[in-house]
């Protein structure tokens, strides 16, 4: 089965303080895997995609096939960085996104 | 960069009363569009997969019958919630697609309430 895993709903920490949202994956294959973030009141935005083993806004995350893991991490976490995440795969099935339960991201000054 | 515009942002209807959301591509033309639902603190729920001039494709146990969706042209795709019930109350959340290799970009969403 197909699947993505946060198993953190909340996470506080505070400012300047590192941070990692979780997530792990379920897929048969070679997966994709993207963060999306949601600041209050906005939109969905993707923040990243492994593909492009890009760094936005100070967050990294690395494909661990190993572990089928795909965390978010940023060394010095913003207020302006708290915001729902959500870490998500393509299928091989018409290219559906498969969403996590999301991660909710609250930096306090 | 690409925009996704949803129409209208909010609705209030009345239980039994059908109630349309317009999801547009600005900059883009979007072969593929999808439908979601998103309740408070939760994740997104696919709905549905809709593809310009063919029929929309349904996840399981979402009512093809009650969420009517059209894909009538590369940029535009509507979701009609027919004989809506306050249980329809959601987030409803569109996004477009130009090709498969390429990203999702998300609409701002529609809040829905029925009375």
């Known amino acids: 089965a197909q699947r993505v895993t946060q198993p953190e709903k909340l996470l506080s920490v505070f400012k300047g303080a590192p941070v990692e949202l979780k997530c792990n994956y379920s897929?048969?294959?070679?997966?994709?895997l993207f963060w999306y973030v949601q600041y209050s009141r906005q939109r969905l935005q993707l923040l990243l995609r492994?593909?492009s083993r890009e760094s936005i806004k100070g967050f990294t995350a690395d494909l661990n096939k190993g572990e089928t893991s795909f965390h978010l991490k940023k060394p010095f976490a913003q207020e302006e960085d708290s915001a729902m995440y959500y870490c998500a795969l393509v299928n091989n099935q018409g290219g559906k996104l498969i969403f996590g339960q999301g991660t909710e991201l609250s930096v306090k000054p | 960069g690409a925009v996704v515009s949803q129409h209208p942002s909010w609705v209030i209807c009345k239980s039994g009363t059908s109630v349309k959301i317009e999801c547009r591509s600005l900059d883009f033309q979007a072969t593929t569009m999808f439908w979601y639902r998103q309740f408070p603190k939760q994740s997104l729920m696919l709905m549905a997969t809709s593809n310009e001039g063919s029929k929309a494709t349904y996840e399981q146990g979402v009512e093809k019958d009650k969420f009517l969706i059209n894909h009538a042209s590369l940029t535009l795709s509507t979701l009609t919630v027919t004989s809506a019930h306050p249980e329809d109350s959601s987030f409803y959340i569109c996004?477009?697609?130009?090709?498969?290799?390429?990203?999702?970009?998300f609409g701002p969403g529609t809040r829905l309430l029925v009375l």
């Open positions: 492994h593909i």
């Open positions: 897929y048969s294959g070679s997966p994709e």
């Open positions: 996004s477009a697609r130009a090709d498969l290799q390429e990203t999702q970009y």
